[in-house]
């Protein structure tokens, strides 16, 4: 695909995300009166493999501060995106297939296969979580209750990240 | 140099890892603060546009509860153009003392009746059957308990929608309809018919933020309106139905469903205003004070219409509290005339 290709799908992804969430997700009701869906974070999750680290960051950092102004909350999404954005190479780099990604690869919950998904989800979806609320707090005073609200949250944003990934990514043959 | 360039170019995400999350940090920690432009959170122009976008398309699935709420409200309203019976009625004697003989001695506080008449037949029939002008229009408005003025024409109270709330964060914020070109300027209250909703934090040309009394830093002077004991309602967190008031005297007599209103001290709501009932308090051995649980009069859970008001001698009075703070007042300061804000286009 051409430069401008990818340049013009990834700006449509970044505000079908961000508009999705602001829209329509950000608008139902906490699950169990405590977790939230941070579905924006697909747009940083389910970026090509190849892209440089520099670009990632600087498009979690883009999307995060887009959130922070939707919900007024400073700079905390900006700082948890990032984050993720920059633990998301290490996070694939731990999981490359035995001989290693393809040219074609994306984060495609088809072509990786169930648990390599899973596993690359609920990893870098627990540790951008656990970042946002405890940051949020500021401090470690109520633990148990962050930690509650931190795990319904991981529950609510990766089912929405799976219905996203079932519904939208392309079928393919999986690797044999 | 080439080495630099290979350095820089090795170490690139480590480095724009940091610088970025300094930026957000900044930005997060710095967000309390009034200081900020209004570019950064839901006031802005783009972000307040797209929301109130949303909201016009969710109204339309909520109009019932809507029109429930608005009519709630009216009904409030006019019950007050229909005072109650004895409202009207004033005692014509008072009781002032006792003579020798131990009868009370009235001294009444209108001529008497048969006087009255008699005075009103020798005056003739200048203004014959002429009714009495009928009371005047009432003036003011009921709202959260504390009567605010509404034909006050330099400080009007602006009515607003909230199109954005938040409940589930350990700091909230509101996202109004209103913004400067409506008379809103950052540090006015917002009140909504059931009691106090905030404060405003930045306000652009058509929208503002508020800090929501469910925010950390938030401190609401209020009182015990049943004997007039001075405290501070803080918002724990977790619960957004229940607030704290604090610093009410561990020897003071408290009970359960007490209202507790604005006292006014902080000059930001006007005296009086509902801020919520006392629900349960408990004394702590290690606290000086008792720890009083508020159940908050406003249900920010379904906040739709609120109202920002204006204190009018606010300006007036921070000017003086700040030139007897502050050691050497500047002149420009000083001698700044207390003008109202901004009068809105109308």
Request: aromatic share 10%; net charge positive.
């Amino acid at each position: 695909m051409s430069v401008l290709g990818t340049l013009v799908r990834q700006l449509l992804r970044f505000g079908l995300y961000a508009g999705f969430q602001v829209l329509v997700v950000g608008q139902l009701p906490p699950l169990l009166g405590l977790g939230w869906c941070f579905l924006y974070l697909g747009f940083v999750l389910f970026l090509p493999l190849g892209t440089p680290i520099s670009l990632q960051l600087l498009l979690g950092f883009g999307i995060g501060l887009a959130m922070d102004i939707s919900y007024d909350t400073g700079g905390l999404h900006a700082a948890a995106a990032v984050l993720l954005a920059y633990l998301r190479p290490w996070v694939l780099r731990l999981l490359t297939p035995r001989d290693g990604y393809d040219a074609q690869d994306t984060v495609n919950v088809h072509q990786m296969g169930w648990q390599w998904f899973l596993v690359y989800l609920l990893l870098l979806v627990s540790i951008h979580h656990a970042a946002y609320f405890f940051l949020e707090l500021g401090s470690f005073q109520h633990p148990l209750r962050t930690l509650a609200r931190v795990g319904v949250s991981i529950l609510f944003t990766s089912t929405a990240l799976l219905i996203v990934q079932l519904l939208f990514s392309p079928v393919r043959r999986k690797r044999s | 140099m080439r080495n630099l360039i290979a350095f820089l170019l090795r170490f690139q995400g480590v480095m724009l890892f940091v610088l970025l999350e300094v930026v957000s940090l900044f930005l997060f920690v710095t967000n309390s603060s009034y200081q900020r432009a209004a570019f950064f959170n839901s006031a802005n122009t783009y972000a307040g546009t797209l929301m109130a976008r949303r909201t016009q398309v969710t109204d339309y699935f909520r109009l019932g509860e809507l029109n429930k709420q608005l009519l709630a409200d009216n009904a409030q309203l006019r019950q007050q153009l229909y005072p109650p019976d004895f409202a009207r009625r004033e005692a014509d004697s008072l009781p002032v003392g006792r003579d020798t003989l131990g009868h009370l001695i009235y001294r009444h506080l209108r001529p008497d009746p048969s006087q009255a008449l008699a005075s009103a037949a020798g005056q003739a029939a200048a203004p014959t059957g002429k009714p009495r002008p009928a009371a005047p229009r009432p003036d003011t408005l009921l709202l959260g308990g504390a009567k605010l003025a509404t034909r006050d024409v330099a400080y009007p109270l602006v009515p607003a929608r909230v199109l954005n709330n938040s409940l589930r964060a350990v700091d909230n914020y509101l996202t109004l309809s209103v913004g400067t070109a409506d008379g809103v300027q950052p540090g006015l209250g917002v009140l909504s018919a059931n009691g106090v909703v905030g404060q405003v934090k930045s306000a652009s040309a058509h929208y503002a933020t508020v800090f929501s009394l469910l925010h950390s830093k938030m401190a609401i002077a209020a009182k015990i309106k049943r004997d007039g004991t001075f405290g501070s309602v803080k918002w724990p967190g977790e619960d957004y139905s229940h607030a704290l008031l604090d610093y009410i005297p561990r020897q003071n007599r408290l009970a359960v469903g007490d209202s507790v209103v604005t006292s006014g001290y902080n000059a930001i709501f006007p005296e009086g205003v509902f801020v919520g009932t006392v629900e349960s308090f408990v004394k702590e051995p290690d606290k000086n004070f008792w720890t009083v649980n508020v159940r908050l009069g406003v249900d920010f859970s379904r906040l739709t219409y609120v109202y920002v008001v204006h204190n009018r001698p606010r300006t007036e009075r921070d000017s003086l509290e700040a030139a007897l703070t502050a050691p050497e007042p500047t002149p420009a300061k000083a001698a700044k005339p207390t003008t109202p804000p901004n009068r809105p286009r109308r």
